[in-house]
């Protein structure tokens, strides 16, 4: 097969693999942007497979990064874009069921594809869109059907995460595992309990943002994979029933974290620590705290200008995706409407700042933080001009 209208990231990275090509060494597309081009699904950056040493690869181009040297990965700096490039692998030596402690570079892209998890995952494609298709991998994405590269359980005790990422692509995807696939997840899922929390997690949550999570969860709960999910596995009717609302996929991780802590009845102070476990930044925590409160109330369609502000342009999206699916109206538009009619949008658009009270007399200290909080709220819901005379009025009158 070979694809003929090639997105433009193909056509960018075209060069790059010309000039290895060139140099004598073989140079492939591979991976999920070979997979989703198949699909017809946008993609966003390309990843290149090599029979090029690392060392061969920098001594080629004069912009490179060791992004993964040890694991034979360089990004190539092209016309301001970065390609991860990595020299063909082949089966290596696992002990902690993640990344491989010894790899093994080869010359040979049969053996780099034979490492790779799910045949529709080890396509490769050479830069005029022909694809390599070792695996029956085509057969398997025109069938919608996740298989393990060879032998299952083999590539499951190599990585464990491979397990969650099997059940996390039939449901972005809409994918079946065959049969063989998934009875060597069955008898594997207790090797998930060795995989860091954050690795799984991120499979999680775009299990949940997928196209049919029902599929996806039903497919953790019959193999087992959830028992080793433990703060998910608790809450299983919650997530059932929320796997049930998710018909049309959710658009941000922030939307899925403030669905799964609202439907989780988990109260604010328990979000944190439940959030933390899973190792999530401090500002997805921040973000998810203020998009719940947000949901809940527009959920009761009790929004006021001071917590509309103060979700503000960046998270009303997700906070309004949140209450749409708690079964309330889509109100994005009136939304954006009210919050770009706020007399300010930010607090660095307040008319005043701390310097400004301090040449009023008003000693810094925490006072001094309350009063401004006080004057934004002012300001935000009308009581006050956004002029810096008024502000200063106001603050040194209360
Ligand atoms: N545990 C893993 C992770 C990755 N891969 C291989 O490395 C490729 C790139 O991995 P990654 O970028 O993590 O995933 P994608 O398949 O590209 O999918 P997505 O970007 O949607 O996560 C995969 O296609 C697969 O061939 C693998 O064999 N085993």
């Not at 298709?133 to 996740?146: E, R, S, T, Y």
């Not at 997690?201 to 709960?221: A, C, N, S, Y």
């Not at 991780?253 to 190792?279: I, R």
Request: glycine content about 6%; charged content about 20%; overall charge negative.
């Amino acid at each position: 097969m070979k694809l003929e209208h090639l997105p433009q990231e193909f056509e960018l990275a075209r060069p790059v693999l010309q000039t290895i090509e060139q140099a004598g060494y073989e140079a492939y597309f591979v991976g999920g942007s070979v997979r989703d081009t198949i699909l017809g699904k946008t993609i966003h950056d390309v990843d290149i497979a090599t029979s090029a040493y690392p060392n061969e690869i920098k001594s080629l181009f004069k912009r490179t990064v060791d992004t993964g040297i040890e694991h034979g990965t360089v990004m190539i700096l092209d016309h301001g874009t970065g390609y991860e490039t990595t020299t063909f692998r082949s089966e290596s030596t696992y002990t902690d069921f993640r990344r491989p402690d010894q790899v093994t570079f080869v010359r040979s892209l049969t053996e780099d594809l034979k490492r790779r998890d799910f045949t529709i995952n080890a396509l490769a494609m050479r830069e005029n869109g022909e694809i390599i298709d070792l695996f029956d991998g085509l057969a398997d994405l025109q069938n919608k059907q996740i298989r393990a590269v060879g032998n299952a359980q083999e590539r499951f005790h190599e990585d464990a995460l491979r397990m969650m990422r099997a059940v996390r692509f039939a449901s972005q995807l809409d994918f079946t595992i065959v049969p063989d696939t998934l009875a060597a997840i069955t008898a594997h899922a207790q090797l998930l309990a060795k995989i860091a929390v954050e690795r799984t997690q991120v499979e999680l949550i775009k299990l949940l943002m997928g196209q049919t999570p029902q599929r996806g969860l039903t497919d953790m709960l019959t193999t087992g994979l959830w028992q080793y999910c433990p703060d998910f596995a608790a809450h299983e009717p919650a997530l059932q029933s929320l796997a049930d609302r998710l018909t049309q996929g959710v658009s941000s991780e922030t939307a899925v974290w403030t669905l799964l802590t609202t439907q989780f009845a988990l109260s604010p102070a328990a979000v944190t620590p439940f959030m933390k476990h899973w190792k999530t930044s401090n500002q997805m925590i921040n973000a998810v705290q203020t998009t719940s409160k947000t949901a809940t109330l527009l959920a009761q369609g009790d929004l006021d200008d001071w917590h509309l502000y103060q979700c503000g342009r960046e998270l009303i999206s997700e906070a309004n995706e949140v209450a749409v699916v708690l079964g309330a109206p889509d109100r994005l538009t009136s939304l954006t409407d009210r919050l770009a009619a706020l007399p300010i949008q930010r607090k660095k658009e307040l008319a005043i700042t701390g310097r400004d009270l301090m040449q009023a007399g008003i000693q810094p200290g925490p006072q001094l933080g309350a009063i401004l909080e006080d004057l934004e709220y002012r300001v935000v819901t009308g009581a006050v001009a956004n002029e810096k005379s008024a502000l200063v009025a106001q603050a040194t009158q209360s």
